[in-house]
Each structure stands twice: as C-alpha cells, then as structure tokens.
C-alpha cells in the first residue's frame, strides 16, 4: 500500500507544481508551445528569433564586463505574445527571473535594459544563492538591477527610485572589489 502511495505521490506531485506554480515552466518551455534553438534562447515567436539573440548577447557581454562574470549562462524565454507570457504566470511585469532557472521577457520587455537587469538578478542569484537573493533588502536587489543595467527611464516609479539611489550610496562605500562580500552581510 505505501508502494501506491509513494507512486501516486512520484506522478501527482510534480504535476500539481506545473499547474499551480506557472513559473517553474521555464523549466520546460517547450511543453507550453515555445521554441528553444539550443538551451540559452527560447521563444514563442520565431520571427524575431533574431532579434532575441542580440539583446541576449548584449545584455550577456555587458553584465559580464561591468557587473560580473555570470558563472551558466541563463534561459531567456522571450515572448511575443502576452497570452503566452500569462500562461507562465506573469502579467504586469516585463521580464522576470526564476532563480537560476531562468528569465521569462514579456512583449513590452524586448529592450536591452530589461534583459541587463534580469540578467543582474541571475547573477545575483549565482552569487549569494536563490534563497539569499530572494530575501535580500528591496532597495539592494532592484536599486542594484536598476542602476547596473543603465536603465535610461526617468519615469520609474518613486520607490524604485529610491532603490537605486540608495544602492548606489551603499555601493560607493563598499567599492567594486567587496561587493559580493558586503552583499552576503545584507
């Protein structure tokens, strides 16, 4: 009897994951009608596969060179279509990154600040591990993001504002060199 359970438990479990919890999907893109052309670029659009890769590959090179060198490579699931991007359970955001598992770009996010700045929670992610940067101060994670990925708009939101300005006088005591050290005490 405890067999069948443990069996039952084995198929149920992880199927009540994927339908409850939409953002493990970026797991397994391809089950939810998207396209992946090797295992860093999927997309449900593959016109602007193109396109995908050279913000992909900028945001790349640029986070290594300025911020830091991101150890794997994340997924980076860009979606065309906003009904595709809600069906992995995001709506408001642009972009967004699951962890180390990967990044999930909205219609309105193809634009290389966004990719930058997910791609600096990745690294952040890399750096002080999934569950520290999840608990890290607001101010640190976003204001970090927002500031390191040159995101031009000045019609942010004033508590991201705040976020940034509030990294970058944090940042400016503790230096380039114990940045990741100084994070992990956050």
């Known amino acids: 009897m405890l067999k069948y359970f443990l069996l039952i438990c084995l198929f149920c479990i992880p199927a009540a994951v994927w339908m409850l919890y939409k953002p493990v999907r970026v797991i397994v893109p391809e089950l939810n009608g998207v396209s992946c052309t090797g295992e860093d670029i999927c997309t449900d659009n593959m016109l602007r596969y193109e396109e995908a890769i050279a913000l992909y590959e900028e945001a790349y090179e640029f986070v290594n060179s300025s911020v830091g060198i991101i150890e794997k490579k994340p997924r980076v699931i860009f979606f065309a279509s906003q009904a595709c991007f809600q069906s992995f359970g995001f709506s408001k955001a642009a972009a967004s990154t699951v962890g180390t598992s990967g990044i999930v770009v909205g219609p309105r996010g193809w634009k290389n600040y966004y990719i930058r ?70």
Do not use: C, T
């Open 117 to 186: 700045h997910e791609m600096i929670h990745h690294l952040q992610a890399e750096r002080l591990g999934v569950l520290k940067q999840r608990g890290s101060p607001p101010w640190f994670k976003e204001g970090m993001a927002y500031s390191f990925s040159q995101d031009p708009r000045s019609d942010l939101s004033e508590v991201f504002k705040e976020y940034r300005l509030e990294f970058e006088k944090w940042y400016r005591s503790v230096g380039k060199k114990n940045l990741w050290q100084e994070a992990r005490k956050l």
